[in-house]
């Protein structure tokens, strides 16, 4: 069960967005959120001050403390938005999930892996352009943390999340996913478990695949619906997307990371990067 949700910052300031993806989900476990914001500590604040640039004028001393003022204003807008989001919400008043402002000191991304160690699941809101997810540092959560990760799309997301859609290949990060996923699977009304065959020579072999893992899932006492949609050309992803956003109405994405290499920067990497940054629907993955 998804019981201790983690929502951090992470290079951000606290977002709505991630945290009404956190309840929906802990509504479900009768959960518990930590919304996790990281100060920089006094190392952390010496990797990024440079020593003195006399020709700007500019010194050490007050790029330190303009990163401290950053840091703090960051904090208090998280903060409010938090507070706001959980009285909108009634966390705490009704019904049996509660949430809980939390502060660390450190390196951002080093402090939310750790953090994780202590959480069945982690949310991220997808990050403002320019920043990517691999900026972002999130592939290196993924990658380290061993938790499940969830992607809260740039928009409210009006499917429900009793649909869901499993993107399956049978390759070893699909097949971790899915196990991840399997408490939320046994939340479900109705599961899709889609393959795309991307040419014909794929067909045969792709629509057996989806059947044994949907004959899995079965053994599982799970009611499921096995499908193989063809690409004919057209983009995988697109097609992948709008079969569950469009046709099934899914409000989640199952999937793994389809990169070959174990490196950070394959596992956003293709298919699987396209899918995050453009996805409509939340999209949960494992490493």
Same mark, same amino acid.
């Given at each position: 069960?998804?019981?201790?949700?983690?929502?951090?910052?992470?290079? +951000? +300031?606290?977002?709505?967005?991630?945290?009404?993806?956190?309840?929906?989900?802990?509504?479900?476990?009768?959960?518990?959120?930590? #919304?996790?914001?990281? !100060?920089?500590?006094?190392?952390?604040?010496?990797?990024?001050?440079?020593?003195?640039?006399?020709?700007?004028?500019?010194?050490?001393?007050?790029?330190?403390?303009? =990163?401290? +003022?950053?840091?703090?204003?960051?904090?208090?807008?998280?903060?409010?938005?938090?507070?706001?989001?959980?009285?909108?919400? !009634?966390?705490?008043?009704?019904?049996?999930?509660?949430?809980?402002?939390?502060?660390?000191?450190?390196?951002?991304?080093?402090?939310?892996?750790?953090?994780?160690?202590?959480?069945?699941?982690?949310?991220?809101?997808?990050?403002?352009?320019?920043?990517?997810?691999?900026?972002?540092?999130?592939?290196?959560?993924?990658?380290?943390?061993?938790?499940?990760?969830?992607?809260?799309?740039?928009?409210?997301?009006?499917?429900?999340?009793?649909?869901?859609?499993?993107?399956?290949?049978?390759?070893?990060?699909?097949?971790?996913?899915?196990? +991840?996923?399997?408490?939320?699977?046994?939340?479900?009304?109705?599961?899709?478990?889609?393959?795309?065959?991307?040419?014909?020579?794929?067909?045969?072999?792709?629509?057996?695949?989806?059947?044994?893992?949907?004959?899995?899932? =079965?053994?599982?006492?799970?009611?499921?619906?096995?499908?193989?949609?063809?690409?004919?050309? =057209?983009?995988? #992803?697109?097609?992948?997307?709008?079969?569950?956003?469009?046709?099934? !109405?899914?409000?989640?994405?199952?999937?793994?990371?389809?990169?070959?290499?174990?490196?950070?920067?394959?596992?956003?990497?293709?298919?699987?990067?396209?899918?995050?940054?453009?996805?409509?629907?939340?999209?949960?993955?494992?490493?």
């Amino acid at each position: 069960m998804f019981k201790s949700i983690l929502v951090p910052g992470l290079n +951000a +300031a606290c977002n709505e967005t991630a945290l009404e993806l956190g309840v929906k989900v802990a509504r479900l476990f009768d959960g518990h959120i930590d #919304c996790l914001h990281v !100060h920089p500590d006094s190392r952390e604040l010496a990797r990024h001050v440079p020593v003195m640039d006399a020709r700007a004028g500019t010194f050490t001393g007050q790029i330190w403390d303009s =990163r401290i +003022a950053s840091d703090k204003m960051c904090a208090s807008k998280s903060r409010k938005t938090f507070d706001a989001f959980c009285a909108g919400e !009634h966390i705490g008043e009704k019904g049996a999930v509660t949430a809980s402002w939390c502060e660390a000191e450190g390196n951002d991304l080093e402090q939310t892996i750790v953090e994780a160690y202590y959480h069945d699941l982690v949310v991220f809101a997808r990050p403002n352009p320019p920043e990517d997810l691999t900026t972002m540092g999130v592939g290196d959560v993924l990658v380290e943390c061993g938790r499940p990760l969830l992607l809260a799309p740039s928009t409210k997301c009006p499917n429900p999340l009793s649909t869901i859609v499993i993107a399956w290949k049978d390759m070893a990060a699909s097949a971790h996913a899915v196990t +991840a996923a399997i408490p939320l699977l046994k939340k479900a009304e109705t599961i899709h478990v889609l393959c795309v065959a991307e040419s014909d020579g794929d067909d045969q072999s792709s629509r057996a695949s989806v059947e044994r893992m949907a004959n899995y899932l =079965r053994r599982h006492g799970l009611k499921v619906q096995a499908g193989q949609i063809h690409a004919n050309g =057209r983009n995988v #992803c697109d097609v992948l997307l709008r079969e569950a956003d469009t046709t099934l !109405h899914a409000g989640l994405l199952v999937m793994g990371g389809y990169g070959h290499s174990r490196a950070r920067e394959f596992i956003f990497g293709g298919f699987t990067r396209q899918v995050l940054l453009s996805a409509p629907i939340p999209v949960f993955l494992s490493h």
